[in-house]
T-cell receptor, first 114, second 115 residues
Framework: AQTVTQSQPEMSVQEAETVTLSCTYDTSESDYYLFWYKQPPSRQMILVIRQEAYKQQNATENRFSVNFQKAAKSFSLKISDSQLGDAAMYFCAYTNTNAGKSTFGDGTTLTVKP | DAGVTQSPTHLIKTRGQQVTLRCSPKSGHDTVSWYQQALGQGPQFIFQYYEEEERQRGNFPDRFSGHQFPNYSSELNVNALLLGDSALYLC??????????????FGPGTRLTVL
């Protein structure tokens, strides 16, 4: 069974600074997708970024980028120029391409200080 | 473009009762997955529906059942409620595997409290 581990229960960052959230996963599969989701206190889970395992290039979406290390089974999220609106719980998720279901980590609560 | 919608927003039940939660997928999506999210934890996969059939199931007892309708909307039913069933129930929709799917879009959730 796949597992996803987020080792940082809480992180904080100063507004306009950069922060990196860590995620590791365990799988025997070679083809899969990885996701970062954001869940603000209003609780709607929002897709931040996705990475296909077969792609070597790291995904980027505006201020959000990932560092995908397939051999190390590591998938970190970097948030640049942090904004107050980035404050939320961030979840890392693994999805097997054959199964379609997602396995989530327990999340990292990000606080952004003005 | 309508996103994923869920109803009701909040629900309070007592132990032993039965509950039905509803979900309408994002426009154009045909696959619906249900997750249970306990306070302070990540979502746990309950099951997934495609073409009106349960395609996959997580480690949840048979008290949890579901249904998908021809319009792709879905229901989650929980029988014989336990205190431990109190959680946020999330619905996610996606396209079918092999059609460029796998990215799941979530609804706002239903907060179930069992007393």
């Amino acid at each position: 069974a796949q597992t996803v581990t987020q080792s940082q229960p809480e992180m904080s960052v100063q507004e306009a600074e950069t922060v990196t959230l860590s995620c590791t996963y365990d799988t025997s599969e070679s083809d899969y997708y990885l996701f970062w989701y954001k869940q603000p206190p209003s609780r709607q889970m929002i897709l931040v970024i996705r990475q296909e395992a077969y792609k070597q290039q790291n995904a980027t979406e505006n201020r959000f980028s990932v560092n995908f290390q397939k051999a190390a089974k590591s998938f970190s999220l970097k948030i640049s120029d942090s904004q107050l609106g980035d404050a939320a719980m961030y979840f890392c998720a693994y999805t097997n391409t054959n199964a379609g279901k997602s396995t989530f980590g327990d999340g990292t609560t990000l606080t952004v200080k003005p | 473009d309508a996103g994923v919608t869920q109803s009701p927003t909040h629900l309070i039940k007592t132990r032993g009762q039965q509950v039905t939660l509803r979900c309408s997928p994002k426009s154009g999506h045909d696959t619906v997955s249900w997750y249970q999210q306990a306070l302070g934890q990540g979502p746990q996969f309950i099951f997934q529906y495609y073409e009106e059939e349960e395609r996959q199931r997580g480690n949840f007892p048979d008290r949890f059942s579901g249904h998908q309708f021809p319009n792709y909307s879905s229901e989650l039913n929980v029988n014989a409620l336990l205190l431990g069933d109190s959680a946020l129930y999330l619905c996610a929709s996606s396209l079918a595997i092999g059609t460029g799917g796998l990215t799941q879009y979530f609804g706002p959730g239903t907060r179930l409290t069992v007393l």
